[in-house]
């Protein structure tokens, strides 16, 4: 299938979801859609409206997965859903696979291979599992490195929603984001996630202008800045570890950098800080799962930070790589060339992923 021409929402008058300028407004379809189980009718938004009247809160995004893989026809479903533990010969287990370029399967979400109602569904899940305050952002990452939302991104169901375990995936280039529900025992996010964001070109320069994600970096330098010349020569590590290296060590693997431990309140008050960055992207739910999958692993207390040498753009020592990692727990900023950031949570070091 032929991929469809880039479209550019900053041409756009505002970063409003495509489903306001419908005849059924964004609010309307959010709340029909929670509603919508005992009207499906495909491809008519009309009757997720009258649903709207009997319902009164938004749905979540797993509920408007359920709408959307009921409206998706026979063939649609071959396409683009998928056993639960769908294995994938070349790639593994697909539905935890996790790359910083991808496509799960080939159809593009605003290819006609939609219709404009499920077109509409999909913007509205994602942007159900992001941060409302972070969806301009968001935009702004997709509109640099895709060409907007939709244009080069592709998602895939696993599982039946409303009969079991099941996990939306959504890919592309700088993205692999889940909407699991829960689903997926003992992770957090629904398994292994993908940002990242090539604001000005591939090679950034050393300030980042313009990468939404570069702050969270600057938050991880003001603690290095904190530490103190032992604190900051424990920290410091010289090799780069390979992108995809985000598997989990377990309690008694080496962790790279400084334990957490080594540090004063002031210190892990400001981890903390950074932590809290990492995680505001993300809904409620899944920030709240990712800090209890932490909790169970012992918390902070049991990680360590490291800022790597390699990969210093400018050598101006702010540090445009680092990695925050645990037992479970996989938190990897790497802004070489430009920023990726690769991210593993889990409740224990036994869960296997496609990490």
């Keep these: 299938m032929q991929r469809s021409s880039p479209a550019c929402r900053d041409c756009e008058s505002s970063f409003v979801s495509q489903t306001a300028r419908r005849a059924v407004d964004r609010r309307e379809f959010l709340k029909a859609a929670g509603a919508a189980s005992a009207v499906i009718a495909v491809g008519s938004l009309s009757h997720w ?15 408007l997965v359920k709408v959307l893989y009921d409206t998706l026809t026979p ?10 533990d ?31 109602d499920q077109q509409a569904m999909v913007r509205d899940i994602f942007e159900g599992i992001i941060q409302p305050d972070w969806h301009k952002r968001i935009y702004k990452q997709l509109d640099d490195d895709a060409g907007g939302f939709g244009t080069d991104q592709n998602i895939a169901i696993f599982g039946t929603p409303g009969d079991g375990k099941f996990e939306l995936v959504m890919t592309g280039r700088h993205m692999t984001l889940r909407c699991d529900g829960n689903s997926s025992d ?19 320069p050393a300030n980042h202008e313009g990468n939404v994600f570069w702050p969270q970096a600057l938050e991880a330098n003001k603690l290095y800045t904190m ?37 004063s309140s002031d210190q892990k008050e400001q981890v903390q800080k950074v ?68 991210v593993n949570v889990a409740d224990n070091p036994s869960v296997v992923t496609n990490s």
Excluded at 99 to 109: S, Y
């Design 186 to 204: 003992h992770v957090a996010f629904g398994g292994p996630i993908f940002y990242g964001h090539a604001a000005t070109g591939f090679n950034e």
């Design 49 to 63: 409206a009258q649903a709207a009247e009997t319902s009164a809160a938004p749905a979540a995004p797993e509920s």
């Design 75 to 84: 063939e649609q479903r071959k396409t683009v859903c998928f056993a639960w």
């Design 275 to 342: 932590l809290q960055k990492l995680l505001e992207p993300y809904r409620q739910s899944d920030q709240n799962e990712a800090t209890a999958c932490l909790k169970a692993q012992g918390g902070l207390d049991r990680c360590a930070l490291a800022f790597y040498k390699e990969g210093d753009i400018g050598d101006d020592q702010v540090w445009d790589c680092w990695r925050l990692e645990g037992p479970a727990f996989v938190w990897y900023f790497r802004g070489t060339p430009h920023v990726h950031v690769w």
């Design 227 to 263: 530490l103190d010349g032992k604190q900051q020569k424990l920290a410091l590590v010289e090799k780069l570890p390979e992108e995809e290296k985000v598997g989990f060590r377990g309690a008694a693997g080496q962790l790279p950098g400084i334990p957490l431990t080594e540090m």
């Design 86 to 116: 769908h294995q994938d010969p070349q790639r593994g287990l697909l539905r935890s696979r996790v790359a910083n370029n991808w496509h799960v399967t080939e159809p593009d979400i605003l290819s006609d291979f939609y219709t404009a």
